[in-house]
């Protein structure tokens, strides 16, 4: 019987675990995706130094959970985020009119990374 509840319980403390990751995640890309969309507002307004600041924001936002991403996402999709937050700066310093597919390649990559954290039938088989 001893061995049925310290089996119970470390499935609890698991699941306790995944719930927390998918929360954790969840923030992490929401407060990022915030910061994007006000860069993406000021942008489309022309106001490139607000675009670039709400981007930098974003970035800090995301730099600041290093610990935490680099366990528990894949290191290639870091790599697609960090490569476009770099593009996108560049683009919007040049204000050049590409900086919209490059903002959507960015948004693609966290919403891949916050996707994969949620269980699915995709997630599990």
Same mark, same amino acid.
């Given at each position: 019987?001893?061995?049925?509840?310290?089996?119970?319980?470390?499935?609890?403390?698991?699941?306790a675990g995944?719930?927390?990751?998918?929360?954790?995640?969840?923030?992490?890309?929401g407060r990022?995706?915030?910061?994007?969309? +006000?860069?993406?507002?000021?942008?489309?307004?022309? !106001?490139?130094? =607000? &675009? $670039? *600041?709400? /981007?930098?924001?974003?970035?800090?936002?995301?730099?600041?959970?290093?610990?935490?991403?680099?366990?528990?996402? +894949?290191?290639?999709?870091?790599?697609?985020?960090? !490569?476009?937050? =770099? &593009? $996108? *700066?560049? /683009?919007?310093?040049?204000?050049?009119?590409?900086?919209?597919?490059?903002?959507?390649?960015?948004?693609?990559?966290?919403?891949?990374?916050?996707?994969?954290?949620?269980?699915?039938?995709?997630?599990?088989?």
């Amino acid at each position: 019987m001893r061995r049925e509840l310290w089996a119970a319980g470390l499935l609890l403390l698991l699941i306790a675990g995944a719930i927390w990751n998918l929360r954790c995640a969840d923030r992490l890309t929401g407060r990022v995706s915030d910061s994007l969309d +006000r860069a993406e507002q000021a942008a489309r307004q022309g !106001d490139y130094d =607000s &675009a $670039l *600041e709400a /981007l930098e924001a974003a970035r800090e936002q995301w730099d600041s959970r290093r610990a935490y991403t680099q366990v528990f996402f +894949r290191h290639p999709d870091l790599d697609g985020i960090q !490569d476009a937050f =770099s &593009a $996108l *700066e560049q /683009l919007l310093r040049q204000e050049d009119d590409a900086w919209p597919a490059v903002l959507k390649l960015l948004r693609y990559h966290l919403e891949t990374v916050d996707e994969m954290e949620h269980v699915s039938l995709g997630t599990v088989f």
